[in-house]
Structure formats: structure tokens, C-alpha cells
């Protein structure tokens, strides 16, 4: 029989123009339910005035993050087991870092619009190799790229918390992925907000839920702005 446990959601409220507060609900669970189906749950049965993000339920879309008991999650994703215990409570809150829209839906309209500017493609294609063990890309086959725009490390970032025009690290990420570092975007990312503005707290990639690793990538970024620059300095493309 499945295990049942008792805990307390203490979700965080904010409608247009109100004051942030806390409200407590109480609810049975299994505890490996997602912390995800607790908030829907609550929605269904109990508040259908709560506002909260969430599609595909499965670490894909990117749209269900939040910050459980302080720590950004991917809440379809965390089990109920991994942040509390039976009789304990899940403190769920909006991510840091963006403008609340509603309780805990926010707006990420900055974050989508700057990893379009850097070339950040949603599908990429998948490398295989041949019999020589050479690496090639598939002309067919595409897949998800890894970094699935939650906004997670953004959250976590104690420098964005700073200041809004920092890029961040998903969008320098982004940049570092997108291959070849076009004019354009060479001059957003090696500027005072970006990445250079970094101060290697690595934070971002321990939230991460996609591997992406976006500290180690911003450093590597560091290392291809300085070769471009030293490059064209000796008049090398
Ligand atoms: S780098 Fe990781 S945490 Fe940041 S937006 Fe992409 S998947 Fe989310
Ligand atoms: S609902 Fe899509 S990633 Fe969680």
C-alpha cells in the first residue's frame, strides 16, 4: 500500500497590486508525489484562485520552476520525499530574479528574448559517430537542446539579484553554445553585463536541471572572447 504522509504548503501569494503574504494548506500525500502535484492539488480542491506555471510534467518545457524550502526546483520533477518529511512543510515560492506576474507565475519574457538574441536554438542536431570513431552531425536527426529556458539558474544567480541588465547564466550559456560567436553578439557578451560581470559563485550549476553546467560554460566563454579579441588585434579572423 502506498505510503501516506501529512504535510503543510505554505505557498506565497501576490495578485496585482497586493501586499506578498503566505497562505498554509494542509494535504495528504504519498511522498513520491511531485512537489508539482501538491500545488496542483491545492489548486484543484482548495484555491482555484492560485496562479502557477506548469506543462508538460516532465523536465521538458521548462515552465514549472520555483524556489521549495529556498532552493530552485523543477517542480514536476522533485519528489515530495526529497524537500520535507511526514508532518513537515514545503515553503513554495516564485523565482527570484523576475517580475512576479501572479503568486507563483512570473514573467520571462526577458530571459526568452535574450537567448533568441544570442542564437540559442530550442533544437539542435544530434552528433554521431562513424566507424572511424570521427564525430559528425546528423543531416536528419534533430533533438531538445540541453538548456530548457526554466530559468532556474537565473533564480539562483546572487549576481542577477544585483541588477536586471546582467545577462545571466543562461543566456551566456546560450552564447557559448551557439557555436561562432557572431559580431553582434561577441559585443553582448563581452560588455560590463555580461560576461565578465560573473563572479564564479557557480550557484547556477548546482540548480541546474539539465546538465548544462552554465558557470563552467561562462567560463569557457571568457576564453573564446579573449582569443576572438587577441585574434583580431593581429588582424586574424
Ligand atoms: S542553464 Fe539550466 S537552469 Fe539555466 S535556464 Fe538552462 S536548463 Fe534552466
Ligand atoms: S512542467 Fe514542464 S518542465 Fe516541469
Known amino acids: 500500500?502506498?505510503?501516506?504522509?501529512?504535510?503543510?504548503?505554505?505557498?506565497?501569494?501576490?495578485?496585482?497590486?497586493?501586499?506578498?503574504?503566505?497562505?498554509?494548506f494542509s494535504l495528504d500525500v504519498n511522498p513520491e508525489e511531485y512537489v508539482l502535484d501538491g500545488v496542483e492539488r491545492i489548486w484543484a480542491f482548495k484555491d482555484r484562485s492560485l496562479c502557477f506555471s506548469h506543462a508538460c510534467h516532465h523536465s521538458t518545457c521548462g515552465a514549472c520552476g520555483m524556489v521549495v524550502n529556498g532552493v530552485e526546483k523543477l517542480t514536476c520533477i522533485t519528489p515530495i520525499r526529497e524537500v520535507t518529511k511526514n508532518g513537515g512543510v514545503i515553503r513554495v515560492e516564485p523565482m527570484r530574479n523576475f517580475p512576479v506576474i501572479s503568486d507563483l507565475s512570473v514573467d520571462m519574457t526577458s530571459l526568452f528574448a535574450r537567448m533568441e538574441a544570442v542564437g540559442?536554438?530550442?533544437?539542435?542536431?544530434?552528433?554521431?559517430?562513424?566507424?572511424?570513431g570521427r564525430s559528425a552531425e546528423s543531416e536528419e536527426m534533430l533533438r531538445l537542446s540541453d538548456c530548457i529556458e526554466c530559468g532556474?539558474?537565473?533564480?539562483?544567480?546572487?549576481?542577477?539579484?544585483?541588477?536586471?541588465?546582467?545577462l545571466g547564466p543562461a543566456v551566456l550559456a546560450g552564447a557559448q553554445q551557439s557555436g561562432q560567436l557572431t559580431p553582434c553578439v561577441l559585443e553582448m557578451v563581452d560588455s560590463e553585463d555580461g560576461a565578465w560581470r560573473?563572479?564564479?559563485a557557480y550557484e547556477c550549476s548546482e540548480v541546474c536541471p539539465?546538465?548544462?553546467?552554465?558557470?563552467?560554460?561562462?567560463?569557457?566563454?571568457?576564453?573564446?572572447?579573449?582569443?576572438?579579441?587577441?585574434?583580431?588585434?593581429?588582424?586574424?579572423?
Not at 567560463?219 to 593581429?234: A, E, N, Y
Open 210 to 237: 539539465s546538465h548544462v553546467d552554465p558557470g563552467w560554460r561562462i567560463m569557457d566563454l571568457r576564453k573564446k572572447i579573449i582569443t576572438l579579441r587577441v585574434r583580431s588585434f593581429f588582424g586574424k579572423k
Open 1 to 24: 500500500m502506498a505510503e501516506k504522509w501529512q504535510v503543510t504548503f505554505e505557498i506565497y501569494r501576490q495578485k496585482q497590486g497586493e501586499k506578498a503574504h503566505f497562505v498554509r
Open 120 to 132: 540559442h536554438l530550442a533544437v539542435v542536431p544530434v552528433l554521431y559517430e562513424d566507424s572511424k
Open 152 to 166: 532556474l539558474c537565473i533564480s539562483a544567480c546572487p549576481i542577477a539579484a544585483t541588477t536586471p541588465a546582467y
Open 198 to 200: 560573473c563572479h564564479s
